[in-house]
């Protein structure tokens, strides 16, 4: 059985060599579960579809992948977004969740870690940079505006400016939209200079929106409470710098690989099965 959704992105090219030092197939055959590497996987892009459900093909990969070393998933959602499209039973089947790149941090089902970024801004800040970013949302011109254009969650913001509410045709016209247009790569641009001295950083994620977060919380955040493991491998699809991916895959400590599809995804895992 082979996964069915497809690469959106043709410049991809997976090349596996077994061989590879980092995926030394002969750790397999050790007969022990090698807990001293951890595989990251980001989520939208790369174990499903934006926004959609990972499936169970997947899902019965990355149980085999348990077998042999550690598995988290590291993802800019919050955690309820994640565990929409992982799985209810998510605390039972992953070590170690990062949503909202580790701000909220569950290990072994059990909260470990959570932070906030209104409390660090302070109230005042808050106000001012919600305040402007509704206002700036206000006067683009976008073939279609939804609603719930600004999510606060516990690390972070995420803006998007056609809003969360869109429907998916509307979601998937957007990212083409975008693409061309630059309207989220702008608006970061403009927040960068109006906010400089706020300690912000800003990341396109996903199809539609950007996060904001204070600097150094974005997704190497979670390698804090990885310094057990010797070898940490990550997989994700947004690593151009801006993308949400691209600071923990240029990370040193870390073994990074650019996915275009969870059928790229697969690719990878099963290269170590």
């Not at 409390?119 to 006067?139: A, D, H, P, R, V």
């Amino acid at each position: 059985m082979e996964i069915s959704n497809k690469c959106t992105n043709e410049n991809i090219n997976v090349n596996i060599n077994i061989n590879d030092n980092d995926n030394n197939i002969n750790e397999k055959n050790n007969n022990f579960v090698n807990k001293q590497r951890i595989f990251l996987f980001d989520i939208d892009g790369t174990l499903s579809l934006p926004r959609k459900k990972v499936e169970s093909e997947m899902i019965e990969t990355l149980n085999k992948l348990k077998k042999i070393a550690s598995v988290g998933l590291v993802g800019g959602s919050d955690f309820h977004k994640i565990r929409e499209q992982v799985g209810d039973n998510i605390l039972n089947e992953f070590e170690h969740i990062f949503s909202e790149n580790g701000l909220v941090y569950y290990k072994n089902g059990k909260l470990e870690h959570i932070e906030n970024i209104r409390n660090y801004l302070g109230q005042q800040k808050y106000n001012e940079f919600i305040s402007f970013c509704m206002e700036y949302i206000g006067k683009l011109k976008l073939p279609c505006k939804t609603g719930n254009f600004i999510e606060l969650r516990n690390g972070m913001i995420n803006i998007s400016p056609i809003g969360r509410s869109c429907l998916q045709q509307e979601r998937d016209e957007f990212e083409i939209y975008d693409k061309k247009h630059k309207i989220r790569e702008k608006m970061i641009n403009v927040l960068k200079e109006k906010f400089e001295l706020f300690n912000l950083q800003f990341s396109i994620g996903g199809q539609i929106s950007m996060d904001v977060f204070i600097r150094g919380w974005d997704k190497t955040y979670c390698l804090r409470f990885l310094k057990d493991y010797e070898k940490i491998y990550f997989y994700g699809d947004k690593t151009e710098k801006g993308g949400n991916d691209y600071e923990i895959f240029v990370h040193p400590r870390v073994i990074a690989k650019k996915v275009g599809c969870p059928s790229d995804t697969m690719k990878y895992i099963n290269s170590f099965l």
